[in-house]
């Protein structure tokens, strides 16, 4: 499955080479990043006959290219969001109010939306704080590392896999250990990873989707 954080790495990688005392001799550097990225097609070409078979490797899950970009998918998120709102408030299964989904439970369709908008509010947090306390560089790699699953929305869980995806961008997990160096934060933080570890390790033993 195509991952795109390597191609978010590279802008953040570019600041820092700009940044650095020998700018020329970095940035020619970084320039063999799209060479080797070339390989790969080629390899997919060799090995299936099809270079770009990574570009469709998400339509199994009804991605597409939103035409507002991150907005598009962020907007979708919010939609969804408010649906799971109505819904869970309607204590109703009569009534659908997010109709992109209609093989699951509506409670559930609610909570699921709902679960990844708050991942990605939190994640949001996260990029502006590690902007703040690591520089533009982290920023940068933390911002585009959540706008590209936002510019390709899934179409019946418009945040599908948000969790997931900010599982891999590594200056969360920088910021969260500040964070933790805190006293008072550290212990809630524990149990709070704590806590969720546990439901997500409940949900796989019972084969229920994770993230």
Not at 67 to 88: E, I
Not at 92 to 119: C, G, H, I, K, M
Not at 121 to 144: C, D, H, N, S
Not at 158 to 185: K, T
Request: charged share 15%; hydrophobic share 60%.
């Amino acid at each position: 499955m195509w991952r795109p954080l390597g191609i978010a790495l590279l802008p953040a990688l570019a600041l820092i080479a700009w940044r650095a005392p020998r700018r020329a001799q970095a940035l020619l550097r970084l320039a063999a990043a799209p060479a080797l990225f070339a390989l790969y097609p080629l390899y997919l070409w060799w090995k299936l006959d099809d270079p770009f078979l990574f570009l469709r490797a998400e339509d199994v899950w009804s991605r597409h290219v939103s035409w507002a970009g991150p907005l598009g998918g962020l907007w979708d998120g919010l939609r969804a969001g408010w649906a799971g709102v109505r819904q869970l408030a309607s204590g109703s299964d009569a009534t659908r109010y997010w109709s992109a989904v209609t093989d699951t439970d509506p409670d559930r369709v609610a909570a699921v939306n709902l679960e990844q908008l708050a991942f990605l509010v939190l994640f949001v947090v996260l990029t502006v704080e590690a902007w703040r306390r690591f520089g533009a560089p982290y920023g940068l790699f933390a911002a585009l590392s959540l706008a590209i699953p936002l510019a390709t929305p899934s179409e019946r869980w418009p945040l599908l896999s948000m969790p997931r995806f900010g599982l891999v961008i590594f200056p969360f997990f920088l910021v969260l250990a500040a964070w933790g160096a805190h006293p008072r934060v550290h212990t809630p933080l524990l149990v709070v990873s704590a806590m969720f570890l546990g439901i997500v390790c409940v949900q796989w033993a019972l084969w229920q989707w994770v993230a």
